[in-house]
């Protein structure tokens, strides 16, 4: 299968069909240009994070807070493409801290059971 070379532009036969570069030496003038040469493509999946963050922090009603603003942005930087394993890991404990931290003092609504036992002890 014949490619095209994404830093000279010339054509080149590609040993596997994901092949992005002729040569390693254009594999690294790419890099050192700052061509990402792990792109990860996010799905619908992947966005979801941030979606399930906003909606936790709305119902603990701390959206508009410091630590709420900075749960979502961790949120987006995990989804983001180009983050290294190490890096999601760290990406993904923060976040996990910081969320428990936002919703750890936030006022729940009234337990369902604890209705339906005050009405059965009345």
Do not use: N, W, Y
């Amino acid at each position: 299968m014949t490619h095209r070379c994404e830093s000279c532009g010339a054509p080149f036969a590609a040993r596997r069909r994901d092949a992005r570069f002729c040569s390693d030496r254009c594999r690294k003038r790419a890099r050192r240009r700052g061509v990402r040469l792990a792109a990860v493509p996010v799905t619908h999946v992947d966005r979801e994070l941030v979606a399930a963050s906003h909606r936790e922090l709305v119902a603990a009603g701390r959206v508009d807070t410091a630590l709420g603003a900075m749960a979502l942005q961790l949120a987006r930087r995990i989804e983001a493409p180009g983050e290294s394993g190490s890096g999601m890991a760290a990406l993904s404990k923060e976040l996990r801290a910081v969320m428990a931290d936002v919703v750890k003092d936030a006022a729940t609504g009234p337990d369902p059971l604890d209705e339906l036992r005050a009405r059965r002890d009345a």
